[in-house]
């Protein structure tokens, strides 16, 4: 399927979903759907050119084992297997100091997760939509009406096309309009923090250990990616910063800025360069008590969005997407269309209590050890021992890091 022109036959064509966002989650439904006979129009006002363009993005990704599942069970597999560092051991320390833990799975436990740049996501996903026939890939324009009634759903295109479904699906990112229009209500906070996330070169290898350093302004995280065509070391770093000290880092030239990233590493990895854009957004928390209504579902970052601290916003966003598409296909085998209300809340109720487990944790976790003054260095020390010397509470963020705890969807399991 083109992704760019679309033929007057399939400006008319129904199709059963219209998924109003491109990106990694958006574009992932629609190739879970697709395998699993549902079709769709993707809709993203993005040129995926730009996208996917060398430097474009340094931003990247840990993927679950669950996630890693997802992507196994609709075919992405062979395209992204050699593009992953594997997370085998994630390291916690508070500024370097005494006491630091180690979560290291046992060896049949398998790794923690992969890291993957976002650029090689896209590329994989994007080439895997053009080539499946369930999927027409509508961008460089966006919705400018949607209309929803009880026969089905109708978007118009900036371009004047209109298309027309019996669900519409809203994956359009935190800022989503779709989910604004139909007033979803929002639990939402601004941590006040600022992400400043790049690349990294660096000397010596990070033998795939994922670094989460807690500083009294903020948590600082390296995380391992798989070393460049030319043999060089790289991580991605996730910088987390006061907002008020934000600009000043902003405004950091890089040689300013490496330095002051390379005293929080204590050497570690040795001396660095930039291998990625310094890119930042701010830290916001965002929960939509209700993720359907009418022929309506919002999933990924439109429906949560949470801090970077554990490295689950993507990962929560790929389960929303499995549990969609099982209930989707379990009822169009008996017969029900992708719109009916008895699909949409059974996806609802099955969702509702795995993400807001997931976010009540990450948010604990962010004001426990993320949130500059709120925990005093000695006591998040001592907070670190007890999930050291407790087993059952160290298993448990193991089995979060894996996308592992809760019941999952098929497509999400080995």
Avoid at 56 to 77: E, H, K, M, V
Avoid at 280 to 294: K, M, Q
Wanted: glycine letters at 10%.
């Amino acid at each position: 399927m083109n992704d760019s022109v679309a033929t007057q036959d399939q400006k008319a064509e129904y199709r059963d979903l219209i998924i109003l966002g491109g990106g990694l989650v958006g574009m992932t439904l629609a190739l879970a759907a697709a395998r699993a006979g549902i079709t769709s129009h993707v809709i993203d006002r993005a040129d995926p050119a730009d996208l996917t363009a060398e430097g474009a993005d340094g931003r990247a990704s840990a993927i679950s084992t669950a996630s890693w599942n997802l992507f196994t069970n609709i075919g992405l597999a062979p395209a992204l297997k050699d593009l992953g560092c594997p997370i085998d051991s994630i390291a916690v320390t508070d500024s370097m100091k005494p006491g630091r833990i180690d979560f290291t799975p046992k060896p049949e436990e398998g790794s923690l997760g992969r890291m993957f740049a976002n650029r090689d996501l896209r590329l994989a996903l994007f080439a895997a939509a053009r080539e499946e026939k369930n999927i027409a890939w509508h961008v460089r324009t966006e919705a400018v009406r949607r209309d929803r009634g009880p026969h089905g759903v109708e978007v118009e295109l900036s371009d004047g096309r209109v298309l027309k479904a019996s669900l519409l699906v809203a994956a359009e990112g935190r800022q989503s309009p779709t989910r604004d229009e139909a007033r979803f209500a929002l639990a939402k906070w601004d941590y006040k923090h600022r992400a400043m996330v790049t690349g990294l070169f660096h000397e010596k290898s990070h033998d795939n250990t994922a670094w989460e350093i807690f500083y009294p302004a903020g948590p600082f995280a390296l995380l391992p990616l798989r070393d460049d065509d030319q043999g060089r070391h790289r991580s991605a770093l996730v910088w987390t910063v006061a907002e008020k000290d934000a600009a000043g880092i902003i405004a950091m030239p890089d040689a300013m800025f490496l330095h002051e990233v390379e005293s929080r590493m204590h050497g570690v990895l040795g001396r660095i360069t930039l291998s990625a854009p310094r890119m930042s957004y701010p830290l916001r928390f965002h929960h939509a008590g209700h993720v359907i209504d009418e022929r309506l579902a919002v999933i990924g970052d439109a429906a949560h969005g949470m801090h970077p601290i554990a490295g689950q916003g993507l990962n929560l966003g790929l389960r929303d997407v499995g549990a969609l598409v099982e209930v989707l296909t379990e009822g169009m085998r008996l017969g029900l269309e992708p719109g009916d209300a008895q699909l949409l809340a059974r996806y609802e109720k099955w969702r509702s209590l795995d993400t807001f487990m997931v976010m009540s944790v990450t948010d604990g976790l962010t004001r426990l050890f993320g949130i500059p003054g709120r925990l005093p260095s000695a006591a998040r020390r001592l907070g670190m021992g007890a999930v050291q010397r407790l087993p059952s509470l160290k298993r448990f963020f193991m089995d979060e890091a894996r996308g592992m705890s809760g019941k999952l969807p098929e497509l999400l399991q080995a």
